[in-house]
T-cell receptor, first 111, second 111 residues
Framework: AQSVTQPDIHITVSEGASLELRCNYS??????LFWYVQSPGQGLQLLLK??????LVQGIKGFEAEFKRSQSSFNLRKPSVHWSDAAEYFC?????????FGTGTSLTVIP | EAQVTQNPRYLITVTGKKLTVTCSQN?????MSWYRQDPGLGLRQIYY???????DKGDVPEGYKVSRKEKRNFPLILESPSPNQTSLYFC??????????FGEGSRLTVL
């Protein structure tokens, strides 16, 4: 069965520090992969997506993610975190007709 | 402006009182779906629709119904709500670009 695992429930980083959010998936074929961000009281906004091609994808707000097939991972990174990045982050897998989400990682940014 | 619109945004109801959460998208997307978000569980898919008159169950369909009579609308129906359906609900649509576009969410409380 398809599944998405985000091992870190909550992460705290200092403003200006680098960030990496982990995502592992289980799917038999090459999936469509996504990262979404949810600010408090808001809907979900797409940060970036991977369908095929270059395994390092760039997204909005300075985020990037790397697809590693051998590790079934799609980790999200940002070199320098801003206070406005504090939010909940969700990794997702799309299979063509269904989407599976991880349980989310809550990011706190301290000054 | 391209958007997915859900109504109502907030609703408190009582057990057994039928309710409908409406969802409308203006992007001419064929794919639409409903999710519920619960703490620690991420987003779980309730139902999805690949096109008009085509709907299918997601991972947590029990207690819910949907219909897709028009391309733009995909209402979620709770025939007899129960307290375990208290949740935050999201409608989303997807088109040729593959990612989901989300509504702002509907927070439902069933007493």
């Amino acid at each position: 069965a398809q599944s998405v695992t985000q091992p870190d429930i909550h992460i705290t980083v200092s403003e200006g520090a680098s960030l990496e959010l982990r995502c592992n998936y289980s799917y038999g074929a090459t999936p469509y992969l996504f990262w979404y961000v949810q600010s408090p009281g808001q809907g979900l906004q797409l940060l970036l997506k991977y369908f095929s091609g270059d395994t390092l994808v760039q997204g909005i707000k300075g985020f990037e993610a790397e697809f590693k097939r051998s590790q079934s991972s799609f980790n999200l990174r940002k070199p320098s975190v801003h206070w406005s990045d504090a939010a909940e982050y969700f990794c997702a897998v799309g299979t063509g007709n269904q989407f599976y989400f991880g349980t989310g990682t809550s990011l706190t940014v301290i000054p | 402006e391209a958007q997915v619109t859900q109504n109502p945004r907030y609703l408190i109801t009582v057990t057994g009182k039928k309710l409908t959460v409406t969802c409308s998208q203006n992007m001419n997307h064929e794919y639409m779906s409903w999710y519920r978000q619960d703490p620690g569980l991420g987003l779980r898919q309730i139902y999805y629709s690949m096109n008009v008159e085509v709907t299918d169950k997601g991972d947590v369909p029990e207690g819910y119904k949907v219909s897709r009579k028009e391309k733009r609308n995909f209402p979620l129906i709770l025939e007899s709500p129960s307290p375990n359906q208290t949740s935050l609900y999201f409608c989303a649509s997807s088109g040729d670009t593959g990612e989901l576009f989300f509504g702002e969410g509907s927070r439902l409380t069933v007493l």
